[in-house]
């Protein structure tokens, strides 16, 4: 089955970046939408991003519009979640997610419609 590994996470001050990498392993990932997914001590789990499988089409939740950037390479099988301008409310553990979908998507969609998902990695964004 599909297997997604995240790497990129760590210690970061404010205002700083961060790159986030979630490499698939399986299949070919052309076929599937991504979505970036966090969740912070005490809140729900939230949608980040999401980009469609030829990444023809990217969402952004209002938090991180203008700061975040999805990208992927399809060739690499792999996506990339670009964090810029990181305020502390960013610090969470972030999850890549996969949805076999071919095609642009309008929304991300909820966590419950990815059917794979990552182990997670820590950003912690402090000074």
């Known amino acids: 089955q599909l297997q997604l590994v995240e790497s990129g996470g760590g210690l970061v001050q404010p205002g700083g970046s961060l790159r986030l990498s979630c490499v698939a392993s399986?299949?070919?990932?052309?076929?599937?939408?991504i979505g970036w997914f966090r969740q912070a001590p005490g809140k729900e789990r939230e949608g980040v991003s999401c980009i469609s499988s030829g990444g023809s089409s990217t969402n952004y939740a209002d938090s991180v519009k203008g700061r975040f950037t999805i990208s992927r390479d399809n060739t690499k099988n792999t996506v990339y979640l670009q964090m810029n301008s990181l305020k502390p409310e960013d610090t969470a553990i972030y999850y890549c997610?996969?949805?076999?979908?071919?095609?642009?998507?309008?929304?991300?969609?909820?966590?419950?419609?990815?059917?794979?998902w990552g182990q997670g990695t820590q950003v912690t964004v402090s000074s």
């Open positions: 399986g299949v070919t990932l052309i076929l599937y939408a």
């Open positions: 997610a996969a949805r076999r979908r071919i095609g642009r998507i309008r929304t991300c969609g909820s966590s419950e419609e990815y059917d794979y």
